[in-house]
């Protein structure tokens, strides 16, 4: 594997021939939904072996030219990120803990045999495209800008081998609430599909691990609930994450339990923030395996008491009804609890500055 360049030269900046017009993006903004509409720009950035990575620039957003053998379309060589821009109580931007998702895409990127992208030029790249674009940012309750930073393999060649170009992207989308239901708990449906398993890619953010979770989502859906949630591959019984998310569980006497990463589960960075807010409450925190048949016996004698999802995009999502093909159970009372509750606010408050950051994870851009 590569080394990590050397830093590069400031981002060279392309012109936008015709940026969308302010009455098309504020119609887009009053209701941008998840993931459907997309800013002006993006920044690029190509990496080739002896060369290291070269050419960064920021310009009009536009489709990508791709050899019909790029090693990405055959090989799945692919990783990214998803992180957020958040409007400020005093009216600036900041970003939440960009510098731990630039660790975390050099962790993906190991896996998968890729380069590394040195961190100041990961954190750069984002804030570059934000302010670049600080226009897409919808104002409104849980709005942001979603951030996309992703690498494809570019090398045209067939053959079972890392790849030798890359490309690294940005993207930003205009972002409202990630559930489309706008209820305040969702339903989850337990999968007989496995996400991920020991020694596989589990911890790594790449598309194909999404991939393979878009059937049993389907299934989800077409069941009538909103998100999967996932067994581990072993012995099929304990909680990993869902489709999308980490998972927590709030026991009656104020315990919280998450299952442990162990290289099955995703690295969430609002898992890690949460596990810091917690403990910062006082509330007893631990990492353990947590299976099934518990959680459903949990549920019907009261023990536990609250359940929540957690992710960039969908912030602190409280689970409320849980099916499978063994039956249905409720959590709690259906609905969100007052520790789901009060670790969302709390979370909610430091990234958009109506609260003290104490940990250095806002990271303000003006």
């Given at each position: 594997m590569a080394s990590l360049a050397e830093p590069l030269a400031p981002f060279a900046r392309l012109d936008h021939p015709a940026p969308l017009a302010a009455e098309a993006r504020a119609a887009i903004l009053a209701n941008p939904g998840f993931g459907t509409?997309?800013?002006?720009?993006?920044?690029?950035?190509?990496?080739?072996?002896?060369?290291?990575?070269?050419?960064?620039?920021?310009?009009?957003?536009?489709?990508?030219?791709?050899?019909?053998?790029?090693?990405?379309?055959?090989?799945?060589?692919?990783?990214?990120?998803?992180?957020?821009?958040?409007?400020?109580?005093?009216?600036?931007?900041?970003?939440?803990?960009?510098?731990?998702?630039?660790?975390?895409?050099?962790?993906s990127a190991r896996r998968l045999a890729m380069p590394e992208l040195?961190?100041?030029?990961?954190?750069?790249?984002?804030?570059?495209?934000?302010?670049?674009?600080?226009?897409?940012l919808p104002g409104g309750e849980g709005a942001s800008l979603y951030l996309r930073p992703f690498m494809i393999a570019t090398e045209a060649f067939l053959g079972v081998r890392p790849a030798k170009e890359y490309r690294f992207l940005v993207?930003?989308?205009?972002?409202?609430?990630?559930?489309?239901?706008?209820?305040?708990?969702?339903?989850?449906?337990?999968?007989?599909?496995?996400?991920?398993?020991?020694?596989?890619?589990?911890?790594?953010?790449?598309?194909?691990?999404?991939?393979?979770?878009?059937?049993?989502?389907?299934?989800?859906?077409?069941?009538?609930?909103?998100?999967?949630?996932?067994?581990?591959?072993?012995?099929?019984?304990?909680?990993?994450?869902?489709?999308?998310?980490?998972?927590?569980?709030?026991?009656?006497?104020?315990?919280?339990?998450?299952?442990?990463?162990?290289?099955?589960?995703?690295?969430?960075?609002?898992?890690?923030?949460?596990?810091?807010?917690a403990r910062e409450q006082g509330l007893t925190v631990s990492e353990e395996r947590y299976a099934l048949d518990q959680w459903r016996a949990d549920a019907a004698s009261g023990e536990l008491v609250e359940c929540f999802a957690c992710g960039t995009a969908a912030v602190v999502t409280a689970i409320g009804r849980v099916a499978g093909h063994a039956g249905d159970f409720t959590i709690g009372s259906g609905g969100p609890g007052q520790i789901t509750g009060m670790l969302k606010d709390r979370l909610v408050a430091i990234q958009r500055g109506l609260a003290p950051d104490t940990h250095g994870w806002v990271m303000k851009l003006d």
């Open positions: 509409h997309f800013s002006d720009h993006m920044v690029s950035i190509a990496w080739r072996e002896g060369q290291g990575w070269h050419d960064a620039t920021i310009g009009p957003r536009g489709p990508i030219a791709l050899d019909p053998a790029a090693a990405v379309l055959h090989y799945a060589q692919e990783i990214f990120e998803g992180l957020k821009a958040y409007a400020q109580a005093d009216g600036g931007i900041a970003l939440f803990r960009p510098a731990a998702n630039a660790a975390r895409f050099n962790a040195p961190e100041d030029m990961f954190v750069d790249a984002v804030k570059a495209l934000v302010l670049a674009d600080r226009g897409w993207i930003a989308s205009p972002a409202g609430n990630y559930f489309k239901s706008g209820t305040p708990a969702v339903s989850i449906w337990v999968s007989d599909f496995t996400r991920a398993a020991p020694g596989g890619t589990g911890a790594a953010k790449c598309g194909g691990n999404y991939a393979a979770s878009l059937v049993p989502q389907a299934e989800a859906v077409a069941r009538g609930h909103d998100q999967v949630v996932f067994l581990d591959a072993a012995e099929h019984r304990w909680i990993e994450e869902l489709g999308g998310m980490n998972v927590y569980f709030v026991f009656r006497d104020g315990r919280l339990v998450t299952p442990p990463l162990g290289g099955t589960i995703l690295p969430g960075i609002t898992r890690d923030s949460l596990l810091t807010l």
